[in-house]
């Protein structure tokens, strides 16, 4: 599931690829993959707008449109947004692309989703939807990390994937955070000492940063707009390294299951 490095990486790439273009036509083949408005609605309010800007919020693309409105996309599970250059031969759409933007210089964004998890949402204020979601890990303060996890009973790991408190994180993401900050995820939030708190912002960061430099996890699904895959699964210290030598030291590491979601760790460096 692309996370916020990906989402990043996406929203990058797009910029250069959708900014100043105006939508010609624009076409829903599964009308489930717009959450709002009605389908028909979504296809006739978004032609003739224009693509003034492409940002991200937690896992959330944001297109800003011009003269108003912003088209949102969630990626969700196996989501992919895929540019088609003005003059490009055109993609052989599959089964799986479920709506075309047409572009009026040419060339398209398809939104392609083989398990259909993912969701497009065209709105006049992006609070309708992004409202209630938590901090960015790369904009939030030291202080504002710490108050997070201050007086939380719950366990770390699903505190962290938790996105009404910290927005962005998912389940690779965190299980490296926790590794590198040296912190097992099933600790209690609120017995976390001080040095804990502050490797682990430090750690959220470095590995978010790490990965937006390495364009992204390519685990399976995940692609950029262009279809190239990232080059950050070949960083991962333990996530889906169950049994392979702990980097730092040599331990096995171990899956285990945490709140129904697999859970990488290494029992030497992460200790109880
Ligand atoms: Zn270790």
Redesign the pocket.
């Known amino acids: 599931m692309p996370e916020l490095p990906e989402v990043e990486t996406i929203a990058r790439a797009l910029r250069g690829q959708v900014v100043g273009q105006a939508v010609r036509a624009a076409q829903v083949r599964w009308p489930r993959a717009v959450a709002t408005p009605a389908p028909d609605e979504f296809v006739a309010a978004l032609v003739g707008r224009r693509i003034t800007a492409v940002g991200r919020r937690a896992k959330f693309l944001v297109l800003t449109l011009a003269p108003q409105g912003y088209l949102l996309i969630h990626l969700r599970m196996t989501g992919r947004l895929l540019y088609e250059a003005a003059g490009a031969d055109p993609r052989p759409l599959d089964g799986h692309t479920h709506v075309s933007l047409y572009f009026q210089g040419g060339g398209a964004l398809h939104y392609h989703d083989q398990r259909k998890f993912g969701r497009l949402y065209l709105v006049g204020d992006p609070d309708e939807v992004l409202r209630g979601l938590g901090l960015e890990p790369l904009e939030a303060s030291p202080e504002q990390f710490a108050a997070l996890l201050r007086a939380r009973r719950r366990q770390i790991k699903p505190l962290l994937l938790d996105q009404h408190v910290l927005a962005g994180l998912g389940n690779i993401y965190t299980d490296e955070s926790l ?1 590198r900050a040296g912190v097992h995820p099933l600790r209690r939030a609120d017995t976390l000492a001080a040095a804990d708190v502050s490797r682990l912002y430090e750690a959220i960061r470095a590995v978010l940063t790490e990965a937006i430099a390495n364009k992204g996890t390519t685990l399976r699904d995940y692609r950029a707009p262009n279809g190239e895959t990232g080059e950050n699964q070949w960083s991962l210290a333990v996530y889906g390294r169950a049994g392979e030598p ?6 096995a590491v171990q899956r285990v299951v945490v709140g129904s979601r697999g859970t990488h760790l ?1 029992p ?3 200790s109880l």
């Open positions: 590794w702990c980097p730092r030291c040599g331990q290494c030497q460096c992460q």
